[in-house]
């Protein structure tokens, strides 16, 4: 990686903090938190009443395990890191030489604003999905064919790719799935490398871009 460049990455709620404080380990700069949130999901909680043998004598407990559930509760968001690898110098002298390590403040959302660090699937208020509206894909976006459990919107990658680098630059992902950074990359000309260790989804990755092209 490039002095300057970027590492953006989905996590996951609970375990941000790990993926967070392992960049700063691995020598990164936290430069900030992305939020993308929706409001469409399936609730995690589940109840433990099936562990529970002996009804009569276990009958208020099973009465309470009605509702106290196992303590997960619906996720309606997913936090992207956004670190950055120590520049050579300042930011200035970086950019001038290695063309990465600013904000591309051209990228704009909606009503022709810059992005915000937090983005809605889902309109909240008027005055909200103006700034920082990003659909979840859908069956269109993603192929009929696409059972990946987690694809991200193009649009969602394109604007972070955008965001982050200049045309020709390359993109690396190391957890490809079904190929959404990819197709973001081929469509904002940049240059990609992707890696996906499950040959399943690599296969879907590979139609998908194909179908692009």
């Known amino acids: 990686m490039k002095p300057g460049g970027w590492l953006l990455a989905f996590s996951h709620p609970r375990l941000y ?74 930011l200035l002298e970086n950019f001038k030489q290695y063309k990465v390590g600013l904000f591309n403040t051209s990228v704009k959302l909606g009503d022709n604003k810059f992005i915000a660090n937090v983005m809605s699937t889902v309109s909240m208020e008027p005055n909200i999905d103006k700034y920082f509206l990003v659909e979840k894909p859908k069956k269109q976006e993603k192929g009929i064919y696409n059972d990946h459990p987690s694809v991200k919107p193009v649009e969602l990658c394109k604007i972070l790719i955008e965001l982050t680098t200049l045309p020709d630059a390359i993109v690396f992902d190391p957890f490809m799935g ?20 499950n040959e399943y989804y690599y296969s879907i990755a590979l139609k998908r871009i194909s179908l692009l092209s």
Request: aromatic letters at 12%; hydrophobic letters at 40%; one cysteine or more.
């Open 178 to 197: 079904s190929g959404t950074t990819i197709l973001a990359s081929i469509i904002t000309n940049r240059r990609y490398i992707g890696v996906e260790i």
């Open 17 to 90: 903090h790990r993926f967070a404080c392992a960049a700063e380990d691995a020598g990164f700069y936290l430069r900030d938190t992305f939020i993308w949130l929706y409001t469409q999901n399936q609730p995690k909680a589940f109840s433990l009443q099936h562990f529970l043998k002996d009804e009569e004598k276990d009958k208020e407990l099973i009465e309470l395990l009605k509702v106290y559930k196992v303590p997960k509760v619906k996720s309606c968001f997913e936090p992207i890191i956004v670190a950055q690898k120590p520049p050579k110098g300042s």
